[in-house]
């Protein structure tokens, strides 16, 4: 089983290519199984603010599909977003230097988005 865990830094001015990543994601677990991430890190946080429609659709099956979801909470507070609004998305707080090291300790594959 692959380790694949998707960094999306796309943020709002980039929709397309954020969820081009957010779909595979969402794919390669409930299609095949694999053990996948999401990490919504920059500009990327921005999508969780409840605004996208299709974002918040596909971060929805994320959430049934069993994938962990989660963004920086320096980012949020950067982007003067609502903790609480981030995490109704779904989408856990925890800080990105924790996160980033704890996926390649773990062995998997960061794929930037």
Not at 2 to 17: H, M, N, Y
Not at 66 to 95: K, T
Request: net charge negative; glycine share 12%.
């Amino acid at each position: 089983m692959a380790k694949i865990a998707f960094w999306i830094t796309a943020g709002p001015d980039q929709v397309g290519k954020a969820m081009s990543g957010l779909r595979l994601a969402e794919r390669l677990k409930t299609r095949r199984g694999e053990d996948v991430k999401v990490y919504l890190f920059g500009p990327g946080v921005a999508l969780a603010d409840g605004t996208h429609t299709e974002v918040s659709a596909v971060l929805a099956e994320l959430r049934e599909g069993e994938v962990e979801v989660q963004a920086c909470p320096a980012n949020v507070d950067q982007l003067g977003l609502d903790h609480a609004v981030v995490e109704a998305q779904g989408v856990g707080l925890r800080p990105a230097g924790e996160v980033l090291v704890e996926l390649v300790e773990a062995g998997y594959q960061v794929v930037g988005v």
